[in-house]
């Protein structure tokens, strides 16, 4: 259409949508009317199976109760705690993401179901597996033994597959489908859905148990491992009087709004890496300081066996000191993650285009006004592969972040360059706790494995399915896996 903002109606609504990156920063940082908006509503209820959280929160906010999840997660004090705990699991079990057993007994959790992983007969030191699905487990249970404790990771250890059932079929959930349209995503959603409230109905229960220092069963009766994000929701929901089936969609929201978009991003960060093998060797010689994959031999153990690899990794350095393998990360919520952000207007407001972006039109800088009350979007997506400010916005190239430092001289990942990222359920995704455990897990898989697809030389990325935030790949990716050290 050649305009920085046009119209578009969406279930009878008229929303405005702003693609120009300039007016875009305003949009953000215009007042909004409500805590909540119509679509964020839509999916808590839709996909979630809400029904009174919202309306209990927006009735209690004025008292001093709020949910303070979007806050929790930018503290400095909870990313730094989570980022040691998440990259303690990961230097503990990364060594085992396929452990080589052909028996399911004898199999990590994350290796089991759709999964898929088998051992050839033919070699003993390699694996199959089905990437999506392994990563999806893997990071599942890590995110869910930090958020939850361990206590609840044993006691339901099957809750990845219905969280990824969740994701697959969220459009056709989040359009309102009614359980019983003959359609296999209508279905399959609202039972996985169903399913994972009942689980933190639970939970809820035994937590408030745990919380008023009473048995909780001896299933749930260590709950102190439990995060403080999760606490503080908890007790929040407690003081609205919020029932177990009540607060559960809450709690699911939350849960699913962390483990997905982390989930996502990493696979495809991974398939990335390893469908580039040149790029794959300068992220590796990048971070072979911080992210260091060892074996110590039989002589230096005295064992007549070998003992499995140990991981150390040093997140800290990583952050600060590889650039490129940060870059990699903004290259892929660029490439792979279409978010789109609402806001209702609190006052009227003045959207100007900037004489740069005013270049790349035909006419004069623009403006538009838009009245107080009136809807706002902003398709991230849509600017992430305009190419007036992507060249060759389909092609993977982390170099496209790579800036110069004027001071010191030296490259740094700029994200700035990206703009705005997704929005989630609890604010943007692109928040310490998700950026620090995406960039973990995936140097954890970088440093101690080795990934070739099951046919051909190098592996193919997938296709996107939309979905919330992320998108999904259309298909599984089976690939052959094995240690490096």
Not at 369 to 379: F, H, M, N, Q, S
């Amino acid at each position: 259409m050649n305009e920085p903002v046009f119209g578009i109606y969406m279930r009878g609504v008229k929303y405005n949508a702003v693609t120009s990156p300039s007016m875009m920063k305003t949009v953000f940082s215009a007042k909004a009317a409500t805590p909540h908006n119509q679509v964020l509503g839509q999916a808590l209820q839709n996909v979630f199976g809400d029904r009174s959280l919202i309306q209990k929160m927006d009735l209690d906010r004025n008292q001093g109760v709020s949910d303070k999840a979007s806050t929790i997660l930018n503290e400095e004090d909870f990313v730094t705690e989570a980022s040691a705990t998440i990259t303690r699991l990961v230097q503990r079990d990364m060594s085992n993401l396929v452990s080589f057993c052909r028996s399911i007994v004898d199999q990590c959790p994350w290796e089991r179901g759709m999964s898929g992983v088998e051992v050839p007969e033919e070699d003993q030191t390699v694996c199959e597996a089905n990437l999506f699905a392994l990563m999806s487990n893997f990071i599942g249970h890590i995110i869910s033994t930090f958020l939850m404790g361990e206590a609840f990771v044993e006691n339901f250890p099957n809750l990845s597959e219905d969280l990824g059932k969740i994701d697959d079929c969220f459009v056709t959930l989040f359009a309102g489908t009614p359980r019983r349209v003959p359609h296999p995503a209508a279905s399959a959603g609202h039972a996985a859905s169903d399913r994972l409230r009942h689980i933190f109905s639970i939970f809820h229960r035994a937590f408030t148990a745990w919380d008023d220092g009473i048995d909780a069963g001896i299933e749930l009766r260590d709950l102190d491992d439990v995060s403080e994000l999760v606490k503080d929701r908890m007790r929040t929901f407690r003081k609205l009087e919020l029932s177990s089936g009540a607060s559960a969609a809450g709690h699911l929201s939350l849960y699913y709004d962390l483990i997905e978009h982390t989930t996502k991003i990493t696979f495809w960060t991974i398939t990335h890496l390893f469908a580039e093998p040149s790029l794959l060797d300068q992220v590796r010689k990048e971070i072979t300081s911080y992210v260091v994959a060892s074996r110590p031999s039989r002589e230096e153990t005295g064992f007549p066996f070998d003992e499995p690899p140990r991981l150390s990794l040093d997140i800290e350095k990583v952050l600060t000191s590889c650039p490129l393998f940060k870059a990699c990360y903004y290259e892929t919520v660029r490439l792979h993650s279409a978010g789109i952000s609402f806001k209702k207007l609190a006052s009227d407001l003045i959207l100007s285009e900037s004489a740069e972006e005013a270049a790349y039109g035909l006419t004069e800088p623009r403006t538009y006004k838009i009245a107080k009350g009136e809807d706002i979007i902003v398709p991230h997506g849509a600017y992430h592969h305009d190419d007036r400010y992507f060249s060759n916005p389909e092609q993977y190239d982390p170099l496209r972040f790579l800036v110069t430092d004027p001071v010191t001289g030296k490259q740094r990942a700029d994200p700035s360059i990206l703009a705005p990222f997704a929005d989630g359920l609890y604010g943007s995704t692109n928040n310490g706790f998700t950026e620090r455990a995406i960039l973990t897990f995936t140097a954890g898989i970088v440093a101690l494995w080795d990934i070739e697809p099951t046919r051909g030389e190098f592996l193919s990325v997938p296709g996107h399915k939309t979905s919330w935030g992320a998108f999904r790949p259309t298909k599984e990716l089976r690939v052959k896996m094995k240690l490096r050290v």
